[in-house]
């Protein structure tokens, strides 16, 4: 069956770190992956789309990568701020023109 | 740019009643919108594409008797929960395609609870 994982747990870092959240997929052949950030009672924002023929992408302190053959990406936010913290959807668009989410990382930056 | 509204943020209704949720791209023409559904520490699950100009299509599993889409514009698509029961009670959230291919803008949510 088709499945996306992302971390369950939560992860609790410190300020200035680098956060690294992980989206592993099963079964799925994606043109592309995204990633949103979601806020407790908002609808999710937008913030990066890699596509299956790059390796990694990056946007101010974000980096995303994408392996096809290990059917993961990885998203990292460099010197990590409190104001990061929320939980991170990965998505998949497939075939039919649909975004598959996964359940969501909740990240948590400690000062 | 790219940016997604919807109305109501927050209804409570009793249940057996209707609920409109609308969903408007602001500042862009959609000619297709999404309609999901997230309850508390859950992914969002598509429920439904709502096409302009002709009808939505509902994933597996999604009453399409029970959640009526509406597009009758480019930038407006309405869902309307019929008869609402508790079990209805959730986050509805749309979203639209940006001007990049593949981005999708999401709307702030909508926040039902039926009594």
């Known amino acids: ?86 939980t991170y959807l990965c998505a998949l668009y497939n075939q039919g023109g649909k975004l598959i989410f996964g359940q969501g990382t909740e990240l948590s930056v400690k000062p | 740019g790219a940016v997604v509204s919807q109305h109501p943020s927050r209804v409570i209704c009793k249940s057996g009643t209707s609920v409109k949720i609308e969903c408007r791209s602001l500042d862009f023409q959609a000619t297709t919108m999404f309609w999901y559904r997230q309850f508390p520490k859950q992914s969002l699950m598509l429920m439904a594409t709502s096409n302009e100009g ?31 029961h508790p079990e209805d009670s959730s986050f509805y959230i749309c979203s639209a395609g940006g001007p990049q291919s593949g981005e999708q803008y999401f709307g702030p949510g909508t926040r039902l609870t039926v009594t």
């Open chain 1, 1 to 86: 069956s088709q499945k996306i994982e992302q971390n369950s747990e939560a992860l609790n870092i410190q300020e200035g770190k680098t956060a690294t959240l992980t989206c592993n997929y099963t079964n799925y052949s994606p043109a592309y992956l995204q990633w949103y950030r979601q806020d407790p009672g908002r609808g999710p924002v937008f913030l990066l789309l890699i596509r299956e023929n790059e390796k990694e992408k990056r946007k101010e302190r974000l980096k995303v990568t994408f392996d096809t053959t290990l059917k993961q990406s990885l998203f990292h936010i460099t010197a990590s701020q409190p104001a990061d913290s929320a």
């Open chain 2, 54 to 84: 002709s009808k939505a299509t509902y994933e597996q599993g999604v009453e399409k008797d029970k959640f009526l889409i509406n597009h009758a514009s480019l930038t407006l698509s309405t869902l309307t929960v019929t008869s609402a």
